[in-house]
């Protein structure tokens, strides 16, 4: 039964390294409650409902905007309170409901992870509903609801790949657009418990929706929890339980269950936790976009489990791990990104299509079929990566599905299992793992089948770049120093020279070097080059910088006037071009390079 005196109490916000567990794996929140409880930010729990009167969810209920889909009480999401038939309770919403807002200070029960927030229950899963119930469910009261809990998906049997309904995906696109006063609504979803039959994150549609946070789920020891799937898509972790007689998470459960549980679990357990650390970050700074909050957990989330070869760090600098997302949940390393948090620019979007690849997969060949997007033109700070299948093969379990991106970062989209479904039907999977990248150069595709006999042929793809472009030197300063580190002016300005190797920060910043790291040299800087017997000064410039200037200057001594000349382009490789001036040897002179902004 339920006590507050057991060592386990509420581990998942301070783990002490009770009982054999592994101090720190646990929210982070001591000190942030000292500012942030969450007050004035509303989470929506989709669930099969809340216990609107139980006692320590009650203070933080707002009844006004509830909603039942499942019975003729459209406005009460109370679940039945009596055992089921099978056994069991209609208690899920209101556990994860506890895990988000439990009233906190009131000397009664647990606490949740943002004890001040506004709950609204909508009661969706007690019963079958359509497409467009879960719509209306994701896009309700968005002028309200800041986040949603959504700690549910389709069935993890590893054997069925589901695509999200064209008017949930619309009403996902339009919330994220338009709600939060068009700040957008956060969505948070449970990526899966189907971990042990072989299930995938990415075979799970709502999770393969870039406005969706997938959590995966931690145990006390800071390791994958046996259920929890991974995936190319999941952003994030956070602790939850593991096998029967581990410690599990206490919350709330009906009235007719006892009022609290040491039981609830699962990734069900995980998606409630980010959710009520989100309403911390958006009480810290309520003028975040839905997609910088996402960033900010990569940003802030922590390496667990270190000593895994699932882990490394993409062309970006961002850790991650298909396992975890970039990490577990740090509540206190979010917030203190988020207060000084610059938001995102404007979102862009890249397609590029490949209607007719039609190449045979070869039956049992580990090296499979490859197929390559070439992506020029404007750059873009890659954030979400969508590639579209269209597949035609006898046994999809046979088949695994790995992007590479032009930085070499890998995203596994698919592996293999026993789904005997026929292929991917333009099946979009979503990775996150490129997240900061440029979108510029090779991305390959690759497509194996690991098994014999059944065979199958690469139809078609498409692969879809979600991300903005740079926003210039501010980007690079949040990029390259950590919050303290920015708000330093004499670390993080123009003209600072943190690692004193005689270049500022915007040198560094226009020659892509380091400002931690004293460089000899850095590349694309002006060197003097010899070429048929001629003498030229080359340098290198970034297009994709497009808030500085690049000039070349001479003069006659080191005390005299510098006058800037003009250059030649020499060639173009992405977004760098190479600069040159041809040298007169019989005349003495010095050069210099000036960035401008």
Known sequence: AWSSATPFYQWHLNNTGQNGSVAGIDANLSKVWDEFLGTGITVSVVDDGIQVSHEDLAPNINSEIDHDWNDNSPNDPTPPLQ????????????????????????????????????????????????????????????????ISNNSWGEPDDGETSFKA??????????????????????????????????DYANFDGYVNQPETIGVGAINFTGEQSYYSESGANIVISAPSDDFDGDPAITTTTLTTDGNYTNLFGGT???????????????????????????????RSARKV????????????????????????IDAAAAIAIAKTWTNLTNQKQQRFNSPSINLAIPDDNQTGITHSFEVTGEEVRVEHVILTVDIDHSYRGD???????????????????DSPEKGYDNYPLLSVRHWGESSLGTWTLRVIDNFTFDTGTLRSASLTLHGAHSKGYQSWVTEKFTPVEASNGNISSELADPDL????????????????????TLPGE????????????????????????YSLARSSNLVGRWLKIPTTKGFTSGTLQVRELLLDSSQKQFFRIEISK
Do not use: C
């Not at 002006?526 to 200037?549: E, H, M, V």
């Open 399 to 417: 088949l695994k599905i790995i992007l590479t991106s032009p930085d070499g970062t890998r995203s596994i989209l698919a592996v293999t299992n």
């Open 165 to 198: 309904d064209p008017l949930v995906v619309s009403a996902l696109q339009h919330s994220a657009q338009n709600g939060r006063n068009s700040k957008g609504s956060i969505f948070v979803w449970s990526a899966g418990n189907g971990r042990e039959f072989s």
């Open 83 to 146: 055992l089921q038939g099978d056994e069991t309770f209609y208690s899920h919403g209101t556990s994860v409901a506890g895990i988000i807002a439990a009233k906190g200070n009131n000397g009664i029960g647990v606490t949740g992870i943002a004890p001040e927030a506004t709950l609204v229950g909508l009661k969706l899963l007690a019963e079958e509903v359509s497409p467009d119930e879960e719509a209306e469910a994701l896009s309700w009261r968005t002028d309200v609801i800041d």
């Open 501 to 520: 190797d005689g270049r500022n920060n915007l040198l560094e910043y226009a020659f892509g070097g380091d400002p931690k790291k004293s460089e000899a």
């Open 268 to 298: 069900s357990s995980a998606a409630p936790l980010i959710s009520g650390v989100i309403a911390l970050i958006l009480e810290a700074n309520p003028t975040l976009g839905w997609r910088d909050v996402q960033e900010i957990l990569i």
């Open 526 to 549: 002006p060197q003097i080059i010899n070429f048929d017997g001629q003498s030229k000064i080359r340098f290198t410039q970034n297009l994709a910088k497009s808030d500085i200037q």
């Open 305 to 328: 489990d270190s000593s895994s070869s699932g882990w490394s760090d993409n062309g970006a600098g961002f850790h991650f791990h298909h396992g975890y997302g970039a990490g577990m």
